[in-house]
């Protein structure tokens, strides 16, 4: 066991090479450091004449805020006035800004951002604060934008989303009247535009206008889309839309089943999706599932999640004869199915890291060995989830014999 001395010398010589290291550096490596208590304790341990001035300020002002709350990115609403000019000084070392509903210190408005910085601004009208300030001052540099509220008139939020010119991520959460998220779609810039989530499941019974997102679509950016709603305006158009935009690899629609039963109807296929998220629920239109998921790339999916909402299991055509055969799997998700009897046993996972069978029945008792077989070929499983479902003794004996009896099941 080494000495006292011995541990001495040995941190001495670590912070003196540390506080050799050239600013750009150090850097490097605070990016690289996840959590802000040790960004707090390294910077602590250097001595303040080798810091650039922006690692001092921040240095300082973890002495006064918590650096986990703030690191790596900012929460400006939350930063007591007398010490916002710390946050200010400290923002060429952090590496982005979060603008909460609230009010903040009139400091943050006059800051310099530091170029390719990510600026997230969350807004809410109904509480009180100063995000029009910022989106009037910063408007050219939020890159994200996340809608909670809406019940205030007349409504803010058009003209702060006008504002965000460059915006690369929007997402609208829970909007109760569908025109309102049809407005905030009107005037969403696109130019920018990568991710696009709309929340619309609370809203009134008329169907949300689908205009703006399909124009979107037929952009060069667009590479995920997520929504949310009963129905759409016209579900044709959307799902055309979806099929044509070859940039798009993430895709996720809850409820929205005239958008899925038109994915069906159209000769196109999905072969771009490489992440396929649904949610099924009673109504008008019965999705046939296994043609929808016959229309993916087998080779290129990486994703599959498949919810349910019905109280009850509805059976799901083998979709296992469909990931079953997808090498590149990294996750699984089925919630609330009922299985037929698996049809192949063909296929590996190399690369399956979560598998999530939740509530799910199998019709035959001779699948549930067979998907652990096919599980037991991932070289990464760190996530294997069977609560709800029933695997029978020989589920029990197969996840034993391939040392996996660990993982949760019913």
């Given amino acids: 066991m080494a000495s006292d001395n011995e541990t001495h010398r040995v941190c001495t010589r670590q912070n003196t090479g540390l506080s050799s290291l050239p600013g750009a550096v150090l850097h490097v490596i605070l990016r690289a450091t996840k959590q802000g208590k040790d960004v707090a304790a390294l910077l602590s341990a250097l001595p303040p004449l080798t810091l650039p001035p922006e690692l001092v300020a921040l240095r300082d002002f973890g ?21 916002a000019h710390l946050g200010v000084a400290a923002l060429p070392a952090l590496q982005g800004v979060y603008i909460e509903p609230g009010f903040a210190a009139l400091a943050w408005l006059d800051a310099t951002l530091p170029p390719k910085m990510r600026v997230v601004l969350v807004v809410d009208p109904t509480v009180s604060g100063v995000l029009s300030s910022f989106a009037y001052n910063w408007g050219d540099r939020i890159t994200h934008v996340i809608i909670k509220g809406h019940e205030v008139h007349p409504d803010p939020i058009p003209d702060i989303l006008g504002r965000c010119v460059n915006v690369s991520r929007v997402t609208i959460e829970n909007t109760k009247i569908r025109v309102a998220a049809a407005a905030y779609l009107a005037v969403l810039p696109t130019k920018h535009l990568v991710s696009l989530k709309v929340s619309a499941h609370t809203a009134q019974l008329d169907a949300l206008d ?18 949310a709603c009963a129905s759409v305006s016209d579900p044709t158009v959307l799902a055309s839309a979806i099929q044509a935009c070859s940039t798009l690899s993430h895709l996720s629609l ?10 069906v109807t159209l ?54 004869s469909v990931f079953m055969t997808c090498p590149s799997l990294v ?67 197969a996840l034993a014999r391939e040392h996996l009896s660990g993982w949760r099941a019913a």
């Fill in 63 to 83: 002495a006064v805020v918590d650096l986990a709350r703030h690191w790596p990115a900012v929460r400006v609403t939350e930063i007591p006035i007398e010490h």
């Fill in 210 to 227: 689908v205009a703006a997102i399909a124009f979107w679509l037929q952009g060069p950016r667009a590479t995920s889309f997520s929504l």
């Fill in 254 to 263: 809850d409820g929205v089943l005239d958008v899925q039963a038109a994915l």
């Fill in 267 to 320: 000769p196109s296929t999905l072969h771009h999706i490489t992440e396929l998220s649904l949610r099924q629920s009673s109504g008008l239109y019965n999705v046939p599932t296994h043609v929808l998921l016959g229309k993916l790339d087998r080779a290129k999916v990486v994703s599959f999640a498949l919810q349910n909402n019905n109280a009850k299991a509805v059976r799901l055509h083998d979709v296992a």
């Fill in 331 to 397: 996750s699984v998700h089925l919630v609330n199915w009922r299985l037929p009897a698996v049809s192949t046993t063909a296929g590996a996972c190399p690369h399956l890291a979560r598998f999530m069978l939740l509530h799910v029945q199998f019709e035959e008792s001779e699948s549930v060995p067979a998907f652990v077989r096919w599980l037991s070929t991932s070289r990464c499983l760190t996530v294997v989830d069977f609560s709800g479902t029933v695997l029978g003794n020989e589920g029990v004996l």
